[in-house]
C-alpha cells in the first residue's frame, strides 16, 4: 500500500511530535524470534534499546487510523522516538461531551472485550450501536482518534468546547447526572495525578538492561573465562553498589514526588447535580461539566476548575512560588450584562477566576442559601499541576557537546579496539593458536579498549561537586546540568526579589488637584488627608484578606495600606448568613485620625466606614486593579482604580491628567522607584447593588479622575552589585528580565552595574501594524524623551546596517557601550514582524521590561539560538518556563515551584550565581581530566598487551588487578577532588571533547607512551644478558646461566619473561605520569598540590613501584608474577621512566594556557 504522509500531533507545542502507523507482521515477528535465538538474546536487547528498529522489525506501516501500533518521533533538537499500543474501547458515542441516551451509558466500557463481554453488550445495545474508540497512552496523556480531523487528539477538557464565559454560566453550571459523569470517565479517565512508585525489581530490570551494564556483563563473562576472577570481582561488586545506589535515589526521587502529588489526589468532595442534588464523593470521580462545591473551610483543589459563584481566598504557592493569597473571584456573566463581550473562557486569561489544581483554598466567601460553586474544567494530567508533575517525570534530555563527544570519542575507542581485534586473531593464526584462545583474547582486548569502569569515572567529579554545592546551600535535582554550568556565558535575572528586596516601601505621594501635580508629600496617614479620595484610593483599591486574624496579602499592598492607618473588618459567616447578599469588607480610619469634632461626636452619627461593594483583582495583562466603594450612608458609588502609570492614565479624562505627567513619571522611574497611579470616578445613583454586580468591567474602569502617584521604593539587595561586577569581570553577560516599569529597571540595571555609567542605552519601541500601516521600531536614547528622540525615516536603517556589520571587530568594539532595551509589547512585535532583526537585538539587549512569563521563556530561547550558554536567576515567582528551559536554572524560592529549577538556593540573594558557576567549570575540567586519563589507560594498556600478543604473552591477572585496582580507581577517583578555583576568570573551559587543544594533548601523550613502551620492550631484546625466559632462568646472577640454560619448562600462559617484567613497570608508570600531567588546575581548579587525597596516592604509588623495581621482594614478585632483572636494567628502566615523564611534561605544557581556554 501506499505509505500515508507523517501527521503531526500537538503542533506548534512543546511536545510536537511526527506520527506514523504500523500493524503487527506475523512473518517479521517469527524472523526476529529465530534471530534472538540465535544471537542468546543480544537482538532483542537492540530493539529494546531502539524503539524504531523494534517497530520496523516487527510491523509494516499502514495508516494511522488502522494502526495497532504507532511510531512517535518528537521534532525537536533530540528526536527521540517513541512506540505506543493502540487500544480501543467500546463507548455509546464519539464526543464526551453530547448526552446520549443513560440507559446505553452504564458500565459501557471495556477496552479488551471478552467473549462474555461481548454478548453483554449486544444484549445492552440491542437498540443502539456502540462505537469503537481508538486510544494511545503516551506520558500520562491519552491521545483519541479523531474522525473530524483525522487525527490522535488529546482530550484536555472543557476548553476543548471554546465555551465562552456565558455558556459556562449557562449551560454549564448545572451540573451532570451520574450517568453523564460516567460517560465522559470513559474519555478522560480518573481524576487523578498518577505518580506510581515502580517495584524494586521492575526498576532494577531497568537499570540493569542498560548498555553500560550490559557490557559490564559481557567484560565479567569473558574475564571469568580467562579465569581473571579478581577483576571480574572487583567489577561485580562495583556494579552492584552503583546500582543500588542508582536504585535507591531513582525511588527516593519517586517517592517524595508520589507524597507531593498524593497530599491532594484524592479528597472527598461535594458534587452538585444536575437536579441541584448535593453528593459526596470521591475527587477521583470527577470530570469536566462536574460542578465542584467549595466548602467553607476551604480545601486544597484535585483539579482546575472555574468559579461561577460566590469568592475564594487561594494561596497559589505551589505554582507560582509567592505565599502570598490571591482572592478569586466569580466569572462574569456577560449574557446578563448586555455590555461586556462575550469572551472564550481560557484558564490563563481568567486565570483570576480560575482555581488551580493543588492550590489551597484558605478561606470562602458566599452568598446568603447559595453556595461557592465551581465547574470543574480540567482534570488529571491535564491540569496545571499534572502538566508540572509530567514535566518532572518526563523531562526532555540534556543537551550538552560533553555527552555528545563522549559517543563519538567511544565509538573511536571501539574502532581503535576493532583495529587491535583483528590484529590479535591474524597474530595468532600465524603462530597456530587454539580457537578457544584466540576468541578470548581478541574479545579481550575489546574490553581493554574501552574500559567499563569510565561512566562510574566520569561521575565521580559531578558527585563531588555536588556535594560541594550542598555544603554551601545550592541543591541540585539535575547533577547533569553542573558540567553546563561551567559553560555558561550570559546569565539573566529576574528584578524584584532577586537583584532588589521582596518589599516595597512606600517613599511618598503625589497628589493631583485641579490638573496639576502638588508637591510630593512622605506621609498618607494624616488628619487632613483622611477623608480624601486619594486615601480612600490607597485604603480600599486592594485585594488583601484577614486569615486568622492577621491582614494577608501582596506586599505591595500591605504597604500601601499600612501606609493610610486605616482598619479593615471582614464579615464573619454568621454575619453573611443574615444577608441576601455577600458582605462587603469595610474599611475605616482609627478615630484618632478624623477631625476631632467627627471623633467626639454623639454614637448616633454615622462613623466614617467604606465597604469594598465588588472587586476586579490586579490583571497582569491589563496592568491595573480597581473596586467599586459605597461610603456608609451614601446613595451613590465610588470607583477607585490603581496600576501602571501609563494604564491608569489612558482611562482618565484628559482633562484631568497634568501636562507634565511624563516628566514627572520619568523623572521618578529614572530614580529607580515604582510608581503607581490612582484615579478615581462616582458612579450614578441609579446603579444599584445587583447592578453593579453585572456590569462589565470596562464600564466601570473608564472616565476616570486622575488622583496623583504613589512612589514606592525597591532597594537593591546588597550583595547584587558586587556579584554582577565579578560577573562582569568573568566576561560573564547579565541581563535583567521583569515584568516592571522599563525606566524603573533601566535605573535598577544603572544602580546595580549591569548597565556602566558611561554606556548610553537604546530604547526600542516597536509599534504593531495599524490603520494599514505596517509594524515599526521607533529609536530613542533612553536619557531623552520619546518625542525628541525617535528615529524614524532613515535613522533604523542605520541602527540595522550596524547591526548587520557587527562581525567585524571595529563594530563590535563600538557596540559594546551601547545596551538596548524593551518592554514585552514591542518584544511580541519585534518577534512577530521583525524576525530577522531579533536575534541581532539580543545580541546586545540588557534591560526587558514588563515581560509576561511566557514571553521570559522564548527570551531564554532566542539566547540560545544565537549560541549563548544561558543561566536563569529568579525567585520562583513566575519564572519557572525560563528556570526550565534555560541551559541553568537557579531558584531562589524554596517553595515547590522550585522543582521546576535544576538548582535551588538557600540563600535568598544571587552571591549563589558565582559559585555555582565556578563549581560548574571545575565539574567540567574534570570530567576532561578523567575522560582524557580513563582514554590514556586504556590506550597504555592496550599498547601493552598489543606488544605482549606479538611474542604470545600478556599481562598476569595480578598485574591487570593491580594497575586497574590499586592505581586506576584510586587515582580517578582522588583526582576527582579539587575544589573550584576560588574566583571567576574571564576564559573559559573547552564545551567538547571534540576540540583540537584536547586531541592533540591525547594524541600526542599516546605517541610519548607508544614510544617509550616499544623502545623498552625492543631494547630489552638486546641485553647482553637477555634469553627467552624460563622458571630456571635467573638475569640477576649471570653465572647460573649456563646451568639452566637448557632448561624448557615454560610458565603455560607465557605471563612471566622479561618482556612483560619491563612493560609492566614502564606502563604502570605511564598510568601516574599521564594522571599527574592531565591534573589540570588553576583557573578553574584548585591545584593539585592541595588536593592531599591525590597528591599522597600518587606519591605512595610511585613509592611503591620504584621500591618494588629497584629492590625486588620476592613474595610481591611471586604475586605479581614479575621476574628478576639485572640491576643495570632496573637503572635503564629508571632513566626510561624519568624521561619519559620529562617529555609527557613538555608535550603538555608545549600548548599555551590560552589555547585550552575558550574565550569568551
Known amino acids: ?444 582486548i575489546i574490553t581493554i579498549t574501552v574500559p567499563p569502569a569510565l561512566p562510574a569515572a566520569l561521575t565521580a567529579g559531578i558527585v563531588y561537586a555536588q556535594r560541594r554545592l550542598k555544603r554551601i546551600g545550592i541543591f541540585c535535582i539535575s547533577p547533569q546540568r553542573i558540567n553546563i554550568c561551567g559553560q555558561l556565558n550570559l546569565f539573566c535575572f529576574d528584578k524584584t526579589g532577586t537583584l532588589t528586596e521582596d518589599g516595597l516601601d512606600l517613599w511618598g505621594i503625589q497628589r493631583v488637584e485641579n490638573s496639576s501635580f502638588l508637591l510630593s508629600e512622605t506621609h498618607a496617614c494624616k488628619e487632613d488627608l483622611v477623608k480624601s479620595q486619594f486615601v480612600a484610593c490607597m485604603a480600599t483599591c486592594h485585594s488583601l484578606t484577614k486569615i486568622e486574624g492577621e491582614l494577608s496579602g501582596d506586599p505591595l499592598d500591605l504597604k500601601m495600606f499600612a501606609a493610610t492607618g486605616w482598619i479593615l473588618e471582614e464579615a464573619t459567616e454568621e454575619e453573611t448568613a443574615l444577608h441576601n447578599h455577600i458582605m462587603p469588607t469595610v474599611v475605616k480610619p482609627p478615630k484618632q485620625l478624623l477631625p476631632e469634632a467627627e471623633a467626639s461626636a454623639d454614637q448616633d452619627v454615622p462613623s466614617y466606614e467604606m465597604g469594598i461593594v465588588r472587586q476586579f483583582p490586579f490583571s497582569s495583562a491589563l496592568q491595573r486593579m480597581s473596586v467599586v466603594t459605597r461610603l456608609l450612608g451614601e446613595k451613590y458609588m465610588d470607583v477607585y482604580q490603581k496600576g501602571a502609570p501609563e494604564v491608569v492614565a489612558s482611562l482618565c479624562k484628559q482633562e484631568t491628567v497634568p501636562h507634565n505627567f511624563s516628566e514627572v513619571l520619568e523623572g521618578y522611574t529614572k530614580q529607580g522607584f515604582r510608581v503607581i497611579a490612582v484615579a478615581h470616578r462616582k458612579l450614578e445613583s441609579k446603579l444599584s447593588w445587583h447592578k453593579v454586580q453585572n456590569i462589565s468591567r470596562d464600564t466601570i474602569e473608564s472616565n476616570m479622575q486622575f488622583l496623583g502617584l504613589i512612589i514606592m521604593q525597591n532597594k537593591l539587595k546588597a550583595e547584587t552589585p558586587g556579584v554582577l561586577a565579578d560577573l562582569r569581570r568573568a566576561s560573564i553577560r547579565t541581563v535583567m528580565v521583569t515584568g516592571d516599569n522599563m525606566l524603573t529597571a533601566i535605573s535598577v540595571a544603572r544602580d546595580c552595574g549591569m548597565i556602566l555609567p558611561q554606556d548610553r542605552i537604546i530604547i526600542a519601541d516597536a509599534l504593531p501594524p495599524k490603520n494599514g500601516q505596517t509594524a515599526l521600531i521607533n529609536w530613542h536614547y533612553a536619557d531623552n524623551p520619546p518625542k525628541h528622540a525617535s528615529m524614524t525615516g532613515s535613522n533604523p536603517e542605520v541602527v540595522q546596517i550596524r547591526l548587520e556589520e557587527e562581525s567585524s571587530g571595529a563594530a563590535l568594539h563600538s557596540m559594546e557601550h551601547f545596551h538596548f532595551a524593551m518592554s514585552g509589547q514591542s518584544f511580541a512585535v519585534i518577534a512577530e514582524h521583525f524576525q530577522e532583526l531579533l536575534q541581532k537585538l539580543v545580541l546586545h539587549g540588557t534591560v526587558f521590561a514588563r515581560m509576561a512569563p511566557d514571553q521570559k521563556t522564548q527570551l531564554v530561547e532566542v539566547l540560545q539560538s544565537v549560541d549563548y550558554f544561558v543561566g536563569m536567576c529568579g525567585d520562583g515567582a513566575n519564572d519557572c518556563g525560563a528556570l526550565k528551559r534555560a541551559h541553568s536554572g537557579i531558584s531562589l524560592s524554596e517553595l515547590e515551584a522550585s522543582v521546576a529549577s535544576p538548582f535551588t538556593s538557600r540563600t535568598p540573594n544571587i552571591s549563589c550565581v558565582p559559585s555555582l558557576i565556578r563549581e560548574g567549570r571545575a565539574a567540567l575540567i574534570t570530567s576532561f581530566c578523567v575522560f582524557k586519563f580513563m582514554a590514556l589507560y586504556s590506550i597504555i594498556q592496550y599498547l601493552s598487551v598489543i606488544l605482549l600478543y606479538w611474542i604470545l604473552s600478556n599481562l598476569g591477572d595480578f598485574q591487570f588487578l593491580f594497575i586497574d585496582i590499586a592505581i586506576i580507581f584510586v587515582i580517578v577517583f582522588t583526582m576527582s577532588l579539587n575544589p573550584a578555583w576560588k574566583e571567576l576568570v574571564s576564559e573559559r573551559p573547552l564545551s567538547g571533547l571534540i576540540s583540537g587543544p584536547l586531541l592533540f594533548s591525547v594524541l600526542t601523550q599516546i605517541l610519548v607512551c607508544l614510544g617509550f613502551q616499544t623502545l623498552a620492550f625492543l631494547l630489552v631484546k638486546h641485553q647482553s644478558w637477555y634469553h627467552k625466559w624460563t622458571p630456571s632462568s635467573d638475569a640477576c646472577s649471570l653465572s647460573n646461566y649456563s646451568l639452566h640454560q637448557n632448561e624448557t619448562t615454560h610458565d603455560e600462559k607465557n605471563i612471566r619473561n622479561y618482556e612483560n617484567t619491563t612493560l609492566f613497570f614502564i606502563s604502570s608508570f605511564q598510568y601516574l605520569i599521564v594522571a599527574i600531567v592531565f591534573s589540570k588546575g588553576k583557573p578553574f581548579r584548585q591545584p593539585s598540590y592541595k588536593n592531599l587525597p591525590f597528591l599522597i596516592s600518587s606519591f605512595a604509588l610511585c613509592a611503591f613501584i620504584l621500591c618494588i623495581m629497584l629492590y625486588p621482594v620476592e613474595a610481591i614478585d611471586q604475586f605479581l608474577e614479575i621476574v628478576c632483572v639485572p640491576y643495570q636494567w632496573r637503572v635503564t628502566m629508571l632513566l626510561i621512566i624519568v624521561v619519559n615523564a620529562l617529555v609527557s611534561v613538555l608535550t603538555e605544557s608545549f600548548q599555551s594556557f590560552p589555547a585550552q581556554c575558550d574565550v569568551s
Open 1 to 444: 500500500m501506499e505509505k500515508e504522509a507523517l501527521k503531526v500531533l500537538n503542533r506548534g507545542e512543546e511536545d510536537e511530535m511526527d506520527v506514523s502507523g504500523y500493524r503487527l507482521c506475523h512473518w517479521k515477528l517469527a524472523i526476529v524470534g529465530m534471530g534472538v535465538v540465535l544471537t542468546g538474546g543480544f537482538l532483542l536487547l537492540l530493539l529494546y534499546w531502539m524503539p524504531e528498529w523494534c517497530v520496523k522489525a516487527t510491523c509494516t506501516r499502514t495508516t494511522v487510523r488502522e494502526a495497532e501500533v504507532v511510531l512517535l518521533r518528537s521534532t525537536d533538537e533530540f528526536k527521540r522516538w517513541f512506540r505506543a499500543k493502540v487500544y480501543v474501547m467500546l463507548a455509546p458515542g464519539k464526543n464526551p461531551f453530547d448526552c446520549p441516551d443513560s440507559r446505553t451509558v452504564k458500565n459501557s466500557y471495556t477496552a479488551h472485550p471478552t467473549e462474555n463481554q461481548t454478548e453483554d453488550c449486544e444484549r445492552k445495545y440491542s437498540e443502539y450501536q456502540p462505537v469503537q474508540i481508538r486510544y494511545f497512552t503516551l506520558h500520562s496523556t491519552k491521545y483519541c482518534w479523531n474522525d473530524v480531523i483525522q487525527n490522535f487528539e488529546v482530550l484536555k477538557g472543557l476548553e476543548d468546547l471554546g465555551v465562552k464565559c456565558s455558556s459556562v454560566h449557562d449551560e454549564h453550571s448545572k451540573g451532570l447526572t451520574k450517568d453523564e459523569q460516567d460517560y465522559r470517565r470513559l474519555f478522560f479517565g480518573e481524576n487523578e495525578i498518577a505518580v506510581k512508585v515502580p517495584s524494586v525489581f521492575k526498576l532494577l530490570i531497568k537499570e540493569v538492561l542498560n548498555p553500560f551494564y550490559i557490557f559490564q556483563l559481557f567484560s565479567v563473562i569473558l574475564w571469568s573465562t580467562d579465569e581473571y576472577y579478581y577483576y571480574a570481582l572487583a567489577i561485580v561488586i562495583m556494579s552492584v553498589i552503583s546500582i543500588a545506589t542508582s536504585l535507591y535515589t531513582i525511588r527516593k526521587q519517586y517517592v517524595m514526588l508520589h507524597d507531593m502529588v498524593v497530599t491532594h489526589s484524592i479528597v472527598r468532595v461535594s458534587v452538585c447535580r444536575a437536579n441541584n442534588v448535593l453528593e459526596e464523593a470521591m475527587s477521583t470521580e470527577l470530570v469536566p461539566g462536574d460542578i465542584m462545591v467549595i466548602p467553607a473551610n476551604g480545601t486544597i483543589m484535585p483539579c482546575d476548575a472555574v468559579l461561577v459563584s460566590g469568592t475564594c481566598i487561594v494561596n497559589e504557592s505551589s505554582l507560582t512560588g509567592e505565599s502570598v493569597p490571591v482572592t478569586k473571584t466569580n466569572l462574569p456573566n456577560p449574557s446578563t450584562k448586555g455590555t461586556e463581550e462575550d469572551e472564550i473562557y481560557s484558564s490563563e486569561l481568567h486565570k483570576r477566576h480560575t482555581l488551580f489544581c493543588g492550590t489551597n483554598v484558605i478561606q470562602t466567601r458566599f452568598y446568603s442559601g447559595e453556595l461557592v460553586k465551581a465547574v470543574v474544567v480540567r482534570t488529571g494530567f491535564n491540569t496545571s499541576k499534572g502538566q508540572l508533575v509530567r514535566s518532572i517525570l518526563y523531562p526532555k534530555p540534556t543537551d550538552f557537546k560533553l555527552y555528545r563527544d563522549a559517543y563519538i570519542f567511544m565509538l573511536c575507542l571501539f574502532a581503535v579496539a576493532g583495529i587491535g581485534f583483528i590484529y590479535t586473531v591474524i597474530n595468532s593464526i600465524m603462530n597456530k593458536v587454539p580457537a578457544p584462545t584466540i576468541i578470548i583474547e581478541s574479545l579481550d
